[in-house]
C-alpha cells in the first residue's frame, strides 16, 4: 500500500480482518476520504469484485480518485453516506446487496490540516468547518448567528463541555463587539472562558468546543441511527459493517444500534415467549470495541480515541 498525506487509515487491519474483502463480491467505504481503507480493501478484493467510495468532499473524492487509478475495480460516489441506499448504483452491476462496510466517523486527517478548512484550533483559518462546502451553513454562522441558549445546547450537547454556558457567553458578549471571524479567535475566547485550573488538565481547551460545531455544521448525529441501520440493511447475508468512532456520542448510537439489530425483540420481559415477531438480523462481532495499539497510536496520535465496533448479518430477513 502507498503512503497518503491525505488520509491515514485507522485500525486498518483489524478492519481487513473483520470484513474479509478476498471473500467480496461488493463492498462499500462510506466514509472514502484520502482512500486509506478503500485501498487496502481494493488491494485484497478479487478482480471480478465492485468497491464504491463515498464522501460528500469534493476534494476527498478528487484525491481518492487520484490515489486509487490503478484499480480498475473502484467507483467513486460524490454524496453522503446517511444516503448509501438511494446513491449507490448497484444496479448497474446486477447487485442487491454488499458483503462489507466500512464507516470511519473521524474528520479526515486532510481536513484538519488544510487550513482553509477551518477544524482545527490550532491553525489561523476562515471559521468554516463544512465537509461539502456547497451547503450554506458554516462554522461562522453557528458561531456569530446562534443565540445563546441555542450555542450552550449545542457546546453541552455536542462536545460533552462542562463550561458551556461560560463559553456560550463569552462567545456571544465578543461578538457583540464583532463578528468573530477565526479559529484562532474563538479558540482564545474559549480559553479564556475556561477557569484557569481546567485550562491545564487534559487536552486544548478548545477541543471539545470546536467538535460540537464541527458536528452541527455537519449534521454528524442527526439521523446517524437512521444511516447505521440503512446500512445494515444493504449487508447480504454474512455481510459485516464496522464502524469507527471517534467520541462517545458517535459510541453510544453505533452501540445501541448494534444491541438492537441483535435483539430486536419489544415484548415485554415477563412474556413467556415472543409474540413480536421481530428476529435478529445481526451478530456483533465486537462485544467491546477494538482500539488501536500502542505502536498505531505513536505513528498515528489521531488513532487514540478511535473504537472499532462491527456486526455480521444473518440469515433473518429484515
Same mark, same amino acid.
Given at each position: 500500500?502507498?503512503?497518503?498525506?491525505?488520509?491515514?487509515?485507522i485500525?486498518?487491519?483489524?478492519v481487513l480482518?473483520?470484513?474479509?474483502?478476498?471473500?467480496a463480491?461488493?463492498?462499500v467505504d462510506?466514509?472514502?476520504?484520502?482512500?486509506?481503507?478503500?485501498?487496502?480493501?481494493?488491494?485484497?478484493?478479487?478482480?471480478?469484485?465492485?468497491?464504491?467510495?463515498?464522501d460528500?468532499d469534493?476534494?476527498?473524492?478528487?484525491?481518492?480518485?487520484?490515489?486509487?487509478?490503478?484499480?480498475?475495480?473502484?467507483?467513486?460516489?460524490?454524496?453522503?453516506?446517511?444516503d448509501?441506499?438511494?446513491?449507490?448504483p448497484?444496479?448497474?452491476?446486477?447487485?442487491?446487496?454488499?458483503?462489507?462496510i466500512?464507516?470511519?466517523?473521524?474528520v479526515?486527517?486532510?481536513?484538519l490540516?488544510?487550513?482553509?478548512?477551518?477544524?482545527?484550533?490550532?491553525?489561523?483559518?476562515?471559521?468554516?468547518?463544512?465537509?461539502?462546502?456547497?451547503?450554506?451553513l458554516? %462554522?461562522?454562522?453557528?458561531?456569530?448567528?446562534y443565540?445563546? $441558549?441555542? /450555542?450552550? !445546547?449545542? *457546546? @453541552?450537547?455536542?462536545? #460533552?463541555?462542562?463550561?458551556?454556558?461560560?463559553?456560550?457567553?463569552a462567545?456571544v458578549?465578543?461578538r457583540?463587539?464583532?463578528?468573530?471571524?477565526?479559529?484562532?479567535?474563538?479558540?482564545?475566547?474559549?480559553?479564556?472562558?475556561?477557569?484557569?485550573?481546567?485550562?491545564?488538565e487534559?487536552?486544548?481547551?478548545?477541543?471539545?468546543?470546536?467538535? %460540537?460545531?464541527?458536528?452541527?455544521?455537519?449534521?454528524e448525529? $442527526?439521523? /446517524?441511527? !437512521?444511516? *447505521? @441501520?440503512?446500512?445494515? #440493511?444493504?449487508?447480504?447475508p454474512?455481510?459485516?459493517?464496522?464502524?469507527?468512532?471517534?467520541h462517545?456520542l458517535?459510541?453510544?448510537i453505533?452501540?445501541?444500534?448494534?444491541?438492537?439489530?441483535?435483539?430486536?425483540?419489544?415484548?415485554?420481559p415477563?412474556?413467556?415467549?415472543?409474540?413480536?415477531g421481530?428476529?435478529?438480523?445481526?451478530?456483533?462481532?465486537?462485544?467491546?470495541?477494538?482500539?488501536?495499539d500502542?505502536?498505531?497510536?505513536e !505513528?498515528n496520535? @489521531?488513532?487514540?480515541?478511535?473504537k472499532l465496533?462491527?456486526?455480521r448479518?444473518?440469515?433473518n430477513?429484515?
Open positions: 500500500m502507498t503512503e497518503s498525506a491525505y488520509h491515514t487509515p485500525m486498518l487491519g483489524e480482518d473483520l470484513i474479509k474483502p478476498e471473500r463480491r461488493a463492498t462510506g466514509t472514502l476520504g484520502g482512500g486509506g481503507h478503500s485501498e487496502g480493501i481494493l488491494e485484497r478484493l478479487p478482480e471480478t469484485g465492485i468497491h464504491f467510495g463515498i460528500r469534493e476534494d476527498a473524492v478528487r484525491e481518492a480518485e487520484k490515489r486509487l487509478s490503478g484499480y480498475k475495480n473502484f467507483r467513486a460516489v460524490r454524496g453522503n453516506f446517511f448509501m441506499k438511494a446513491i449507490l448497484l444496479g448497474e452491476y446486477g447487485l442487491t446487496a454488499v458483503d462489507g466500512i464507516l470511519d466517523l473521524g479526515s486527517s486532510h481536513q490540516d488544510d487550513g482553509q478548512r477551518g477544524f482545527s484550533y490550532g491553525t489561523e483559518a476562515p471559521l468554516d468547518m463544512r465537509m461539502d462546502r456547497s451547503q450554506a458554516s %462554522a461562522f454562522d453557528v458561531v456569530n448567528a443565540d445563546r $441558549d441555542r /450555542l450552550f !445546547r449545542v *457546546i @453541552r450537547d455536542y462536545g #460533552e463541555e462542562r463550561f458551556a454556558g461560560r463559553i456560550a457567553g462567545i458578549s465578543r457583540e463587539k464583532r463578528p468573530i471571524e477565526t479559529t484562532t479567535e474563538l479558540a482564545e475566547i474559549i480559553r479564556s472562558a475556561i477557569p484557569a485550573p481546567a485550562r491545564r487534559g487536552p486544548h481547551p478548545a477541543r471539545r468546543t470546536f467538535q %460540537a460545531i464541527r458536528i452541527e455544521v455537519n449534521s448525529l $442527526d439521523g /446517524l441511527e !437512521r444511516a *447505521i @441501520r440503512g446500512a445494515a #440493511e444493504l449487508l447480504a454474512d455481510g459485516v459493517l464496522a464502524v469507527i468512532t471517534f462517545s458517535e459510541d453510544r453505533v452501540k445501541n444500534v448494534f444491541r438492537e439489530l441483535k435483539d430486536p425483540c419489544t415484548c415485554p415477563s412474556a413467556p415467549v415472543c409474540i413480536c421481530k428476529k435478529p438480523i445481526a451478530e456483533i462481532l465486537t462485544p467491546k470495541p477494538l482500539t488501536a500502542e505502536a498505531e497510536v !505513528r496520535p @489521531r488513532s487514540r480515541s478511535a465496533r462491527a456486526i448479518r444473518t440469515h430477513d429484515l
